[in-house]
């Protein structure tokens, strides 16, 4: 267990490192707002899903260019595994002539797997994603995301009703054409869980995107308020509370 921990933890370090050594592209402070409601699996069901929505501004709670809506079906193949498949539509616009019509139309399909590890106090997720990516201008992309996920309960050993945790992940996003490597996201975020249905999570986001001509990473404001359905007479699995995108 103590390797397992220990290694967890060397690729956290690793991960938040190649995050935040990049330079800014847009120095305004952006928001993210998301919405989202989970009907999860547990002790007695094996399907599940989720529907979320989900905008972001280019300042403050100002200059609003992008939407999306989506949501999934999962699946728990054993205890700590569960997978999903999911399906969503994004909206950009060029927030500095919002007037226009959208830059770009997407409607995405996607194939995940999540695999939880509970190391007493410590609790890590593995997200595994493939993507495939139809732009109504551009056409058809494929594109390859991980994500480690670390949650780390502050006045309760499970994030149970009313508790406090930090919650800290990173996610690098590949695609199948040169130069492979897209995108790099860092959180940093300070969550609550309310009741056992009412959780909300707020802290800094960090996008860096990269492409063969411009780079650059752009910090926001990442609010997720999310609203999970808790099954009658059943006893829920114990959950890493983390952000569905």
Same mark, same amino acid.
């Given at each position: 267990? +103590?390797?397992?921990?220990?290694? &967890?933890?060397?690729?956290?370090? $690793?991960? $938040? ?5 990049? *330079? #800014? ?5 952006? @928001?993210?707002g998301i919405v989202t409601v989970v009907l999860p699996g547990d002790s007695a069901h094996k399907w599940g899903g989720y529907i979320e929505l989900q905008t972001r501004t280019n300042t403050l709670f100002n200059e609003a ?5 989506? /949501?999934? $079906? ?11 498949? &999911?399906? /969503?539509?994004? $909206? ?6 919002? =007037?226009?019509?959208? @830059? ?13 590890? !509970?190391?007493? %106090? ?6 595994? %994603?493939?993507?495939?990516? !139809? ?5 058809? %992309?494929?594109? !390859? ?17 009313? @508790? ?5 992940? =990173?996610?690098? !996003? ?16 300070? /969550?609550?869980?309310?009741?056992? #249905?009412?959780?909300?999570?707020? &802290? ?7 492409? +063969? ?7 926001? +404001? ?5 609203? %999970? ?5 059943? *006893? ?10």
């Amino acid at each position: 267990m +103590l390797k397992n921990t220990l290694s &967890g933890l060397l690729s956290i370090l $690793i991960l $938040i490192f190649c995050s935040v050594n990049v *330079k #800014a592209q847009n120095s305004k402070t952006g @928001t993210w707002g998301i919405v989202t409601v989970v009907l999860p699996g547990d002790s007695a069901h094996k399907w599940g899903g989720y529907i979320e929505l989900q905008t972001r501004t280019n300042t403050l709670f100002n200059e609003a260019f992008y939407y999306e809506v989506k /949501g999934g $079906i999962s699946y728990d193949i054993a205890k700590n595994y569960t997978a999903l498949i &999911g399906t /969503g539509r994004y $909206i950009t616009y060029d927030y500095e002539n919002l =007037d226009e019509p959208p @830059t770009a139309l997407e409607t995405r399909l996607w194939e995940q797997l999540t695999v939880n590890q !509970f190391l007493d %106090r410590i609790k890590i997720e593995h997200r595994y %994603r493939v993507e495939q990516r !139809f732009f109504e201008k551009t056409g058809y %992309r494929n594109r !390859f995301r991980y994500r480690l996920n670390l949650a780390i309960p502050l006045n309760h050993r499970k994030v149970d009703p009313k @508790t406090w945790y930090v919650a800290v992940f =990173d996610e690098v !996003f590949f695609n199948n054409k040169a130069p492979h490597f897209e995108r790099n996201r860092f959180s940093l975020a300070l /969550g609550y869980q309310f009741t056992k #249905a009412l959780n909300v999570q707020a &802290g800094w986001m960090n996008q860096y995107n990269y492409n +063969l001509t411009s780079a650059g990473a752009k910090n926001n +404001l990442a609010i997720n308020v999310q609203y %999970r359905f808790n099954r009658k007479n059943v *006893k829920p699995r114990e959950h890493i509370p983390s952000i569905h995108d």
